[in-house]
């Protein structure tokens, strides 16, 4: 089917097929635009071609270090410029990059490296405790190789071989590895372990260098954007805006740290024009005390939970237009765009926009379907009424769970990609997220797993029972509440429950409240914990 009778001569061949990959924008820019500049963090800077030289020693230094093609490199790294550098050097030496979520507590760091069997560990300096308790925890750790940062107080303490120290030795005329076929594994994404151990979603280069096309078209992109690095590169490689932006000879502007001023400070004195990142980012801007002024026009991404009517609407006031998407961990990031309609919709007031940007929308070029099924498969009535699972397919979504077959045949199950969150699709054709299966709490950006917090409250001597749900919070969109049962006769206080939880979990895993009493239960003595979202809405309210 599609093909000539006659296909004779016809093989593909080095002249008319190459495996994509977004290896290839960075080349492509430094034959360019070598003198542009490229990347920023901090004072230092680099053009095109300085930046491509520091990924080529990278890969070098790599391969020094003894890694293979197929073999896995972790990071432990803010948004700084190793952590740019690796998202090219990592795959230029054939290797594949396993960025880690750097407010993940030691154990689950711990175990990220050994399910990924990463064989280099990069690790700022500033979490280089936290590398150094997952990693003694290990039979078989991973080299720690110490990325110092001492612009920002963090040099290195040379326990381990430096960063700098093993680029200046490297090769900088080093032979990339590009890949020979498009499917080979680019990263190792792992998620927030929503249902437990967090799994190993493998992206391929096929997905990231379409994910960088669609990107371009979607976020109405044309040539030399400066982009700020808000989103955390250790989630879904920070959207794979940092692999796009050589595509359009732009600029990335490294965030270390996601301060409004620092924001501020960026559009003010870097020019940024676009940045991508949570509600609760949006939040910080529009409350932060005597923002700079800036005057170019800047486009924004948000994703993880609908940004308030009123928040888009004093972002739109101050010079940001907020564009909403969603996607996951298994879909490279955003693969849902919230498209805006032009004309009627530009004239509807305030609310009615705001609601309308809080739609999750449509798939992005990549993707070829977007679709919300029932419990049959059968698509939902468009009535923005009836709810069913989201369900996806394209070109950006995983190769599948990195050694786990069986949850990714239940992902792929009916040739469709199963999100687990539930939605609705209205008359356009938008989808909208309803409510979040599997009880996912999305807390700054960060997803919780009630059922893991659920786990560390039930090891409390005075807890017989508890759920763990969100309660909306104006700071980070969500948290955690706790509703907890004591066993007879045993006394607890909110204050005592929270510390146990906190010497347990990350931060943000830990509840934020505590409230005491029976929790509400079906004949069959399950939970219901719709009844609980509504009180803690309520208390919210409070």
């Given at each position: 089917m599609g093909w000539l009778s006659d296909e004779t001569g016809l093989d593909r061949c080095a002249a008319n097929h190459v495996a994509l990959t977004p290896l290839s924008h960075l080349n492509r820019a430094a034959l360019i635009w070598p003198r542009r500049e490229a990347l920023v963090d901090g004072p230092r800077r680099w053009t095109y071609a300085e930046y491509r030289e520091r990924v080529t020693r990278h890969a070098s230094m790599l391969h020094r270090l003894g890694i293979r093609p197929g073999e896995v490199v972790s990071t432990i790294l803010p948004?700084?410029?190793?952590q740019v550098e690796a998202g090219f050097g990592v795959p230029a030496c054939g290797a594949v990059l396993n960025t880690i979520n750097i407010r993940l507590d030691a154990d689950t760091v711990s175990y990220i490296l050994g399910h990924g069997g990463a064989k280099v560990l990069?690790?700022?300096?500033q979490f280089l405790p936290l590398a150094e308790e997952a990693c003694a925890a290990m039979e078989d750790p991973p080299l720690i190789v110490e990325v110092g940062d001492p612009d920002a107080g963090h040099p290195p303490t040379g326990r381990h071989p430096v960063y700098e120290d093993l680029?200046?030795?490297a090769d900088p005329t080093f032979a990339w590895h590009m890949p020979q076929d498009e499917w080979e594994s680019l990263a190792l994404n792992y998620t927030s372990g929503t249902t437990g151990r967090p799994k190993g979603v493998v992206c391929h280069h096929r997905g990231a260098y379409l994910v960088t096309m669609g990107t371009v078209i979607s976020w109405r992109m044309t040539l030399y954007p400066r982009v700020l690095?808000?989103?955390?590169?250790?989630?879904?490689?920070?959207?794979?805006h940092a692999w796009m932006t050589p595509l359009v000879g732009g600029t990335i502007v490294?965030?270390?740290?996601?301060?409004?001023?620092?924001?501020?400070?960026?559009?003010?004195d870097e020019g940024v024009t676009h940045f991508g990142g949570a509600p609760i980012v949006l939040n910080m801007l529009v409350n932060a005390t005597a923002p700079r002024p800036f005057d170019q026009h800047v486009e924004v991404y948000t994703a993880g939970a609908p940004p308030s009517s009123a928040t888009l609407a004093r972002m739109e006031a101050m010079g940001f237009n907020v564009s909403h998407v969603y996607g996951l961990t298994e879909t490279f990031g955003h693969v849902v765009e919230n498209v805006w309609q032009p004309g009627d919709w530009d004239t509807l007031p305030g609310d009615e926009r705001a609601t309308l940007k809080?739609?999750?929308?449509?798939?992005?070029?990549m993707m070829e379907g977007i679709d919300v099924f029932d419990e049959g498969d059968v698509p939902v009535p468009a009535d923005g009424e009836t709810q069913g699972e989201i369900v996806m397919r394209g070109n950006a979504v995983m190769k599948g769970y990195?050694?786990?077959?069986?949850?990714?045949a239940e992902a792929f199950a009916g040739g469709w990609f199963r999100t687990g969150d539930l939605?609705?699709?209205?008359?356009?054709?938008?989808?909208?997220?309803?409510?979040?299966?599997k009880d996912i709490i999305i807390s700054g950006g960060e997803n919780v797993s009630s059922v893991e917090v659920e786990n560390v409250l039930m090891h409390h001597d005075a807890v017989s029972l508890c759920a763990v749900v969100a309660r909306p919070d104006d700071r980070w969109g969500e948290v955690p509440c706790a509703f907890v049962e004591l066993r007879d006769g045993a006394t607890a206080t909110e204050e005592e429950i929270i510390a146990f939880a906190r010497a347990r979990l990350a931060g943000f895993k830990t509840p934020k409240a505590v409230v005491f009493g029976p929790l509400p239960k079906t004949s069959t003595g399950k939970i219901q914990k719709f009844t609980l979202r509504d009180r803690a809405r309520e208390a919210a309210k409070a």
């Open positions: 948004n700084v410029s190793a990069l690790a700022d300096t680029m200046a030795e690095s808000v989103v955390p590169l250790f989630h879904c490689n920070g959207w794979c490294c965030l270390r740290d996601v301060t409004a001023a620092a924001i501020f400070d960026a559009l003010a809080s739609r999750q929308g449509v798939g992005y070029p990195y050694r786990n077959p069986e949850a990714t939605g609705v699709r209205h008359a356009d054709g938008y989808v909208q997220i309803r409510d979040r299966a």
